[in-house]
Every structure is written in C-alpha cells, then in structure tokens.
C-alpha cells in the first residue's frame, strides 16, 4: 500500500477522531498536517496533535485571510 500524507487535514471538527483515524489509516494515510483557522480550532488541533499509533497528526496553524481582520 502507498503511503500518504495529508497535508490540510481539519481534524477540528470531525465528529469523531477515532473514525476520522481509522478512515485514514485504512487509506494509507500515516501522517496527516492539522489545520485551523481561528483561535477555537487552533486549541482543538493543538489538542488532538501528537502519535495514535502508527498516524502522527502535526499542528499547523496560522491566520485565515477571512479572520485577518479580527486581528488588526
């Protein structure tokens, strides 16, 4: 099986992370890149970011250009 990594993964508002793992996990995926848009989903990929396994979600997070204007 190829291996895979997501690169835009918006862990922050699935249902369920051990659903949205396994999905991954039966794809290929080992390695998804978590991404928020705001303070709220940056706690929440800061949150679940770390090793399940043999998956490794890394945190990746900055600013939206929609949200920009909330930080002028």
Known sequence: MIRLVDTQGHLHGVE???????RAEETGIFSIIAVGSDYESYMQT????????????YPALGLHPWNLERFQ
């Open 46 to 57: 800061l949150e679940i970011s770390g090793r399940y396994g043999s998956l490794v979600v």
């Open 16 to 22: 369920s992370f051990y659903h949205a793992k396994k």
